[in-house]
């Protein structure tokens, strides 16, 4: 159970306008993002024979696509494999200790870090980092389960439907009461944190997103392309993508691909989700080990886990320490299953074409 007990809906059931209502804030944003697009590809079009429109449309795409990006980051390296698994740890970096030299000043710094990596996260307006965190947890607990919020699999096995399926797991569970709280049960190693707990109680979370928005207004006005233009384009665009992106890893990731490893549930490896989510496509793969902070295991598919090279560079900046990372075993575990699942595709293949000749 997460959050409150009030006002839950079974699966299946309809949303209320009540709870339209209670998350409005939602759906506005993702219109003002949709605007953002429309006004962003009308300008790019019709700038084909006005320099000034399409570099005004130009200039959107590349600060939606920006704004996007860096946000992702956020979601897939903090609010996901630090804060909701513990993947890895800040840590005083060589080049810093003649000036942090006291335990007290230690923790000063390290609880600093934390609270401006928990302050950037917030910039995609997904609520606090512990309001994240104890629900992810909660979807790790119970994953593709009658407990799971965002489950598509439980959820077209009960309806029958998948369309109603995806919805649920890709967007509808956001709408439902009883996940607008966070289950501090979960997340003892967070609330114990006065200032994380700001970006919850104090709704902290809106700072970072209103001055990123304030900051893509004034931006258009200093490019000589419009305060609106930018803040529909650059901003209300890149935050429906984040949303979306984001929310690809609860649907399509447990919708497509294969599964390297028998989890117990139904999460998959789907590469191509990587262009979107800088790594999160390797989903089976987390789900197998999610203390990993890689979602790749092979050689060849580190490359695709954009978060996980960022990483790397952070801990070779001596920024961080990286929990685990994938051993020989582990890898040539991977392999021999990746054999073993080419083998059963190619019996299945010749037994087909033995019933179909027969």
């Not at 605007?35 to 962003?40: K, L």
């Not at 309806?159 to 501090?184: C, E, M, N, P, R």
């Not at 004034?218 to 901003?235: D, K, S, V």
């Not at 549930?265 to 989903?283: D, I, Q, R, V, Y």
Request: aromatic fraction near 16%; hydrophobic fraction near 45%.
């Amino acid at each position: 159970m997460v959050g409150s007990e009030q006002d839950e809906l079974e699966v299946g059931e309809k949303i209320s306008i009540k709870d339209i209502l209670y998350e409005s804030r939602f759906f506005i944003v993702n219109l003002l993002g949709i605007i953002g697009f429309v006004w962003m590809f009308y300008e790019l079009i019709t700038g084909l024979g006005n320099p000034h429109r399409f570099f005004c449309g130009f200039s959107m795409l590349v600060v939606c696509l920006l704004n996007c990006y860096w946000r992702m980051f956020f979601v897939t390296g903090f609010r996901h494999r630090y804060f909701s698994h513990r993947a890895f740890k800040n840590k005083v970096p060589r080049w810093l200790k003649w000036l942090i030299r006291t335990p007290h000043h230690e923790e000063r710094y390290l609880r600093g870090m934390q609270m401006l990596e928990a302050f950037f996260a917030t910039a995609d307006a997904q609520k606090g980092v512990i309001w994240w965190a104890s629900h992810h947890r909660h979807h790790h607990k119970f994953s593709d389960t009658v407990d799971d919020l965002h489950s598509f699999e439980f959820v077209r096995n009960e309806t029958g439907s998948f369309w109603k399926g995806f919805y649920h797991s890709h967007v509808k569970w956001v709408l439902i009461k009883k996940y607008k709280k966070a289950d501090y049960d979960k997340v003892p190693d967070l609330k114990k944190y006065p200032e994380l707990m700001f970006f919850e109680k104090a709704r902290g979370y809106l700072i970072a997103p209103i001055l990123l928005g304030v900051a893509c207004f004034f931006l258009g006005i200093g490019m000589g392309i419009g305060g609106w233009a930018m803040l529909f384009g650059g901003f209300f665009a890149s935050t429906f993508l984040t949303y979306h992106f984001t929310f690809f890893i609860n649907s399509l990731a447990h919708m497509m691909g294969a599964a390297r490893f028998d989890t117990g549930e139904a999460s998959k490896n789907c590469g191509w989700l990587n262009w979107f989510t800088m790594g999160e496509g390797w989903h089976n793969n987390h789900h197998h080990k999610d203390i990993a902070a890689a979602q790749a295991i092979l050689p060849e598919e580190e490359r695709s886990d954009v978060t996980y090279q960022i990483l790397l560079i952070l801990e070779k900046m001596d920024l961080i320490k990286i929990a685990y990372k994938y051993t020989e075993d582990d890898i040539a575990e991977a392999r021999r299953l990746d054999s073993l699942a080419r083998q059963n595709r190619g019996l299945k293949k010749r037994e087909l074409a033995t019933a179909e000749a027969s």
